[in-house]
């Protein structure tokens, strides 16, 4: 039995690594060489460096594994590391033959390794690896759409993902509903293999009942606050929030479009302050991170994700819902959350400090649920995202709660 187990988790490693690389490899075909080299946002990496980065942390830890000679030059090194160069100083790249050759050269010697490698001990390092490496293919798919968005409207460079038949809801949506999720422990966090070090340890936590809204916060729902003059009315801002609109003159998403057909999407590219305004002028709030995690117990996977160039789908594309009825808990945007991110009791840094433990500031917010462009082995209702309140770079929405 304990030998099945080892080939099936070296079957899965092996299968995982595969597929995201594919992933990788064609998002990199679709980046125009120009674009590469651009620091598309100043708070973000060059996209091609994001290419580097990957094949340089796998680098890393195949070195620290199997005692394999570092295969990337010296200067690269500090170039891919992300304790490395500050993100404007990260264009000097090597060309993309170059980082195109360090990701085939590593995972050649990755998959030769993994032949033989003790899998049962390293199982938790390999899964951390795959979605390491997912998390910078969804940071180049929005800065890709980013630069895009400056140069064409959202609604004319976009095709909407094919839906199966089956997939499909009919029924005309109630976008305002809500659905009440009663009181009591909870069980918030995980401990499978998969869970990163900011998931652990998983810990019984009491919530009072809830309201929370069926699906995320659409476009046409989110024209009426921008209609009724909810970006120049201090009364719907926090502090903070009315501070960061006064030097970021914004009036709407960041990804939006007043064209018909997407008024039944959700809502996207919102800082963490535009949706806690939203949630005033509606009377109501957002949920924290732990309302959300329990409100999405039993959502599908059957969801708008791992697409590599898309866009989001209607918020009743798919049929499937949680434990307690809601939609699109899983994939088509991450929504934020009333919650500070920080660490869960008794958490450990893995494997590094660096990766969670820093941005356990008081100053990065929570989102939940991954968006069109996050890999599926990322996509569960115990995954954190983080970010500062005021980034709307990224492919976020939300969903509102109530007492």
């Not at 995972?107 to 490496?133: M, S």
């Not at 009181?183 to 499978?192: D, K, L, Q, R, Y």
């Not at 201090?234 to 006064?246: D, H, I, P, T, V």
Request: glycine share 4%; net charge negative; charged share 15%.
């Amino acid at each position: 039995m304990k030998s099945a187990l080892i080939l099936s988790s070296r079957h899965y490693i092996i299968t995982a690594l595969i597929q995201t690389r594919s992933h990788t490899l064609d998002l990199l075909a679709q980046i125009d060489e120009s674009l590469f080299f651009q620091q598309v946002h100043p708070e973000f990496s060059p996209i091609g460096w994001h290419f580097g980065h990957i094949a340089f942390t796998e680098a890393y830890w195949l070195e620290q594994l199997a005692n394999l000679a570092f295969s990337f030059p010296e200067a690269d090194q500090q170039l891919f590391a992300a304790d490395g160069l500050p993100k404007q100083e990260r264009q000097n790249l090597p060309p993309v033959e170059a980082i195109e050759e360090y990701l085939e050269t590593t995972r050649r010697q990755t998959l030769n390794y993994l032949a033989t490698a003790p899998v049962a001990q390293q199982e938790r390092l390999w899964r951390w690896l795959i979605q390491h490496e997912s998390q910078h293919c969804e940071t180049i798919s929005f800065l890709w759409q980013l630069h895009q968005q400056r140069h064409l409207d959202i609604a004319s460079f976009n095709t909407y993902p094919s839906i199966s038949a089956e997939n499909a809801v009919a029924t005309t949506i109630n976008v305002t509903e809500m659905l009440k999720v009663e009181g009591g422990e909870f069980t918030i966090g995980s401990n499978a293999v998969d869970a990163l070090d900011n998931e652990r340890s998983a810990h019984q936590i009491y919530l009072d009942s809830y309201w929370i809204d069926r699906h995320p916060v659409t476009c046409k729902q989110y024209s009426q606050f921008i209609t009724a003059g909810g970006y120049q009315q201090r009364k719907y801002w926090s502090e903070a929030g009315w501070q960061w609109l006064q030097q970021n003159p914004v009036n709407q998403p960041l990804y939006w479009s007043n064209h018909a057909d997407w008024l039944d999407h959700p809502v996207s590219g919102v800082s963490y302050y535009e949706a806690a305004a939203y949630a005033n002028f509606v009377h109501k709030r957002l949920p924290t991170e732990a309302e959300w995690e329990k409100a999405a117990l039993g959502a599908s996977l059957n969801s708008n994700h791992s697409r590599l160039i898309g866009h989001t789908t209607p918020v009743n594309t798919y049929s499937e819902v949680s434990q307690y009825g809601c939609q699109d808990m899983l994939g088509n945007v991450w929504e934020w959350t009333a919650s500070w991110f920080d660490g869960y009791p008794e958490f450990t840094a893995y494997p590094y400090p660096g990766y969670s433990e820093v941005y356990f500031d008081g100053q990065h917010r929570v989102l939940r649920g991954g968006s069109w462009a996050t890999n599926s082995v990322s996509l569960r209702t115990s995954f954190r995202n983080w970010y500062h309140p005021e980034v709307r770079q990224i492919f976020a929405g939300f969903r509102c709660a109530n007492q």
